[in-house]
């Protein structure tokens, strides 16, 4: 596809690398509080998961938020119940691939004016 991918004259919005660089703070602290992350941008038809982290025997499907200010509401509240139906969706093309299904739980790590907060079993499936 044109402009996209390894394309040279592909260049990420300025929101693209705040995203990405959200991501990787996200993953960093994930980290340092003893979750193993095991994927990153998992991608389906019916939607993405920002991160797949275990941790101990549970796996974790994390939605990475940011919001550099308030003006339109704080990085929690932007994940709305359609977003949670698309990366349940998503969640349950991941685990249909595994051998069995380990317990999940889906969390949030928002990122608001450099401020990180996580919730851990955020949302619930459907």
């Known amino acids: 596809m044109p402009g996209f991918g390894s394309d040279p004259g592909f260049h990420r919005t300025r929101a693209q690398v705040a995203g990405g660089d959200a991501e990787e703070r996200a ?50 509240e932007s994940v709305t119940p359609r977003k949670q139906r698309r990366i349940a969706a998503a969640a349950g093309l991941y685990l249909a691939r595994l051998p069995r299904q380990p317990p999940c739980r889906f969390d949030v790590l928002a990122v608001d004016a450099g401020e990180i907060r996580w919730l851990k079993g955020a949302f619930e499936c459907a």
């Open 27 to 76: 993953a960093a602290y994930l980290a340092s509080r003893g979750l193993a992350i095991v994927a990153r941008n998992y991608r389906t038809r019916l939607g993405e998961i920002d991160l797949v982290a275990r941790d101990g025997d549970v796996l974790v499907f994390v939605e990475v938020r940011m919001r550099s200010d308030g003006g339109f509401g704080g990085a929690l």
